[in-house]
């Protein structure tokens, strides 16, 4: 046997690490691909299960309301009085749950965890080979 190009060798190598980089790299987009995508499954479907709980929690709410009205009415208010007096209520109740709500939603439930410790561990990996 006749030893080969060192330098040939050593081009052949780095050429498959970055064939190899290239791949990895490849297949952590469609896993972050996957991954948002089944997070954006499962939070529109969450978000439709709220938007059906909140059109019958509406109409409970209005009808607890009327009675509540009718109440204040029996109490000795008028139809107006009692009616603004729950207006009043429901407009503070809904800005305290409107803000509550607010500091909960957010899009960072949406964000890939798993495909961007991934490449994390693949970038000290690829570091700790080219060293």
Known sequence: ???????????????????????????????????????????SGGAALCLAGAVFG???LFMALQAAVIALVAEGLTLLEATLLMTAACLIIAAILFAAGRKRLSFEELTPDRTINQLTRDKNMVKEKMS
């Open 1 to 43: 046997m006749t030893p080969g190009n060192p330098l040939r060798d050593i081009a052949g190598l780095a050429s498959d690490a970055v064939a190899q980089a290239a791949n990895l790299v490849q297949l952590e987009f469609r896993l972050a691909r996957t991954e948002i995508a089944e997070r954006s499954k499962t939070w």
């Open 58 to 60: 509406a109409v409970a």
